[in-house]
């Protein structure tokens, strides 16, 4: 079982960047594909961005598409969300999630998930 914790969520204004780091717990972190999911207030969890076991592969949802960017460094045990030109509907808690199958898009394709991040974009 793999243990995963977020950091970096924060308050910031629209059109600032921000970085989220998620740091799985033990020694065979490059053996999951990795994916950001988030929540809005009275919404459902969705989908953000999904890497590869390898890093060689991403995936976002279109609402983000060309301003953040998903990526791992397996030798560090940590990927990251770099989110830049943030709007304010982007304000969620921000969810690391780690898999052993293949990369999904859905919630039910992860096994594992963080506690969350809070990202709040103020206009």
């Known amino acids: 079982q793999v243990q995963l914790v977020e950091s970096g969520g924060g308050l910031v204004q629209a059109g600032d960047s921000l970085r989220l780091s998620c740091a799985p717990s033990?020694?065979?972190?490059?053996?999951?594909?990795m994916g950001w999911f988030r929540q809005a207030p009275g919404k459902e969890r969705e989908f953000v961005a999904a890497?590869?076991?390898?890093?060689?592969?991403?995936y976002y949802a279109d609402s983000v598409k060309g301003r953040f960017t998903i990526s791992r460094a397996n030798a560090e045990n940590t990927i990251y969300l770099q989110m830049n030109s943030l709007k304010v509907e982007d304000t969620a808690v921000y969810y690391c999630a780690a898999t052993r199958g293949p990369i999904s898009a859905s919630n039910a394709g992860y096994e594992y998930w963080g506690q969350g991040t809070q990202v709040t974009v103020s206009s």
């Open positions: 033990g020694r065979t972190f490059s053996i999951y594909v």
């Open positions: 890497v590869s076991r390898s890093g060689g592969s991403t």
